[in-house]
């Protein structure tokens, strides 16, 4: 079964249990899967890879968006947005752990050579494939930018 399958499934079963939290993630996120598949010159069905790589960028929209909410003082709809979350999560790969991110990063810039942020570059393009969808962009360029400090 694949991943777009079980969110197919699995909002089906939201449905049935009347689960409107739920329901609406995976909804907006199966929406989001079928945009990304007729994106381009031509549709495609996506792979799990691609799958989840949307998956993310909806999680994502959902953490800036409660934080958005928390800074206009909406703490009803930030709360919303943080149960989407809470249901996205559990499709993506488990996050890293601070300890485990810098340990990455570490061998990253060994592997890289890099010895100042002007080698930035080169450590991303090293832990991009190796992190994939388990820690924020943001996380991995800050520990990135203090190895390198």
Same mark, same amino acid.
């Given at each position: 079964? #694949?991943?777009?399958? %079980? $969110?197919?499934?699995?909002?089906?079963? @939201?449905? !049935?249990? &009347?689960?409107?939290?739920? *329901?609406?993630?995976?909804?907006?996120?199966?929406?989001?899967?079928?945009?990304?598949?007729?994106?381009?010159?031509?549709?495609?069905?996506? #792979?799990?890879?691609? %799958? $989840?790589?949307?998956?993310?960028?909806? @999680?994502? !929209?959902? &953490?800036?968006?409660?934080? *958005?909410?928390?800074?206009?003082?909406?703490?009803?709809?930030?709360?919303?947005?943080?149960?989407?979350?809470?249901?996205?999560?559990?499709?993506?790969?488990?996050?890293?752990?601070?300890?485990?991110?810098?340990?990455?990063?570490?061998?990253?810039?060994?592997?890289?050579?890099?010895?100042?942020?002007?080698?930035?570059?080169?450590?991303?393009?090293?832990?991009?494939?190796?992190?994939?969808?388990?820690?924020?962009?943001?996380?991995?360029?800050?520990?990135?930018?203090?190895?390198?400090?």
């Amino acid at each position: 079964m #694949t991943l777009k399958q %079980t $969110l197919q499934s699995d909002l089906n079963q @939201a449905m !049935k249990s &009347r689960d409107k939290v739920t *329901a609406g993630a995976l909804r907006m996120t199966i929406a989001a899967v079928k945009t990304a598949e007729v994106s381009g010159d031509t549709a495609k069905e996506l #792979t799990d890879d691609e %799958t $989840l790589k949307v998956i993310t960028k909806e @999680a994502k !929209k959902r &953490r800036e968006a409660a934080d *958005a909410y928390d800074a206009a003082n909406r703490p009803e709809l930030a709360e919303q947005e943080r149960a989407e979350l809470v249901v996205l999560e559990k499709y993506l790969p488990a996050q890293l752990s601070d300890a485990e991110l810098d340990q990455m990063v570490a061998e990253a810039v060994t592997e890289s050579g890099a010895t100042n942020i002007g080698g930035m570059g080169k450590v991303m393009k090293i832990l991009q494939p190796k992190i994939a969808g388990r820690a924020d962009g943001g996380k991995i360029a800050a520990a990135v930018k203090r190895a390198l400090s």
